[in-house]
Structures are given as C-alpha cells and as structure tokens.
C-alpha cells in the first residue's frame, strides 16, 4: 500500500524552528522527486518546496532562505526544516510524491 505519514508539525512562536518528516512507503522512494505543500485556511493549497531524485531544490519564493527541503533515501524519508517561521506560515502542511496519495498531513501554528 502506497502511504506518506507526515510528523513534526505543532505549535511554535514567530521566529522559532520545526522539522517536519514525511515517511514513504509501498513507493521507490529514491527515484521519485517529492516535495512540501501547505494550505492556510481559506486558501489553496501552495508548493512550498521539491526535491529531485538527484538532491536538487525548488523554493518558493516565501520561503527561501528559510526552509530546507532534504531527504534519506535509506529511511525513505523526506524532511523540510523551517527556520525563522513567521505567523503567514501557519498551515497544514503535506508532503507529495506523483505515485502517493495525500497524506493527513501535519499542522504548524506559528503564533505568540
């Protein structure tokens, strides 16, 4: 069964740092590109970031500087490491691969 399970989401203040993880399973993970997706309420859902199967890194354009997209290949696992979070990154955020369905995904709440 084709499955992703995102973690590490919760609540943190402005300027503060989460990990998110997002496993795979039932996929060959380390062909496949995968990447970040939020969505805010009331709005849609947004790219956020992606990685290839190479390594190589896309970033919208909100969040470079700030967000890290990285993966493992041998824990099949794809990470996005946000710094410097601000209260307009506060969403639910989904990992994607083009051979999975969506995941629950995982809610982070930046506020004071």
């Not at 740092?17 to 009331?42: D, K, T, V």
């Not at 990285?70 to 990470?79: F, L």
């Amino acid at each position: 069964q084709v499955q992703l399970v995102e973690s590490g989401g919760g609540l943190v203040q402005p300027g503060g740092s989460l990990r998110l993880s997002c496993a795979a399973s039932g996929l060959i993970f380390s062909n496949n590109p995968m990447s970040w997706y939020r969505q805010a309420p009331g709005k849609q859902r947004e790219l956020v970031a992606t990685i290839t199967s190479r390594g190589n890194t896309n970033y919208a354009d909100s969040v470079k500087g700030r967000f890290t997209i990285s993966r493992d290949n041998a824990k099949n696992t794809v990470y996005l490491q946000m710094n410097s979070l601000k209260p307009e990154d506060t969403a639910v955020y989904y990992c994607y691969s083009p051979f999975a369905p969506w995941g629950q995904g995982t809610q982070v709440t930046v506020s004071s």
